[in-house]
């Protein structure tokens, strides 16, 4: 692990609290790198990784979803300037394009729907 993580303690119902991990965005990019190509992930499926990783009982879904943001940006813009695909984070992997979360995203659904199909093409 190159950095240290942040966990606070977060109640949990009641009377409980829970170990909540507070990612930050090389975190989350590392995890979205160990996605296989052409394989679409849930970001819940990020979280519960990256909590466990990290021996968290659960990992930020807000922090997750703002760092995914800014990581298909950077991707997104990089790709643009003409950055080969394997340079950037494919944040793709971490997207249902029928999703919110897809409108929101730098290139939209019909970027992340090229990029799924071209990479399961080319394995």
């Known amino acids: 692990m190159s950095e240290i993580p942040t966990i606070e303690p977060r109640r949990k119902g009641r009377s409980g609290t829970q170990a909540m991990l507070i990612p930050s965005q090389q975190m989350v990019a590392e995890q979205i790198r160990s996605v296989p190509e052409g394989v679409l992930t849930e970001a819940g499926v990020l979280r519960r990784r990256l909590a466990a990783q990290y021996g968290a009982d659960a990992c930020c879904p807000v922090t997750v979803q703002r760092h995914l943001r800014a990581i298909a940006e950077l991707s997104f813009c990089a790709l ?5 695909v394997s340079m950037v984070t494919p944040y793709w ?31």
């Open 80 to 84: 643009e300037k003409g950055d080969p």
């Open 93 to 123: 992997r971490m997207v249902d394009p029928a999703s919110l979360l897809a409108q929101r995203l730098a290139g939209g659904p019909a970027f992340i729907r090229e990029r799924l199909a071209a990479e399961r093409r080319e394995r």
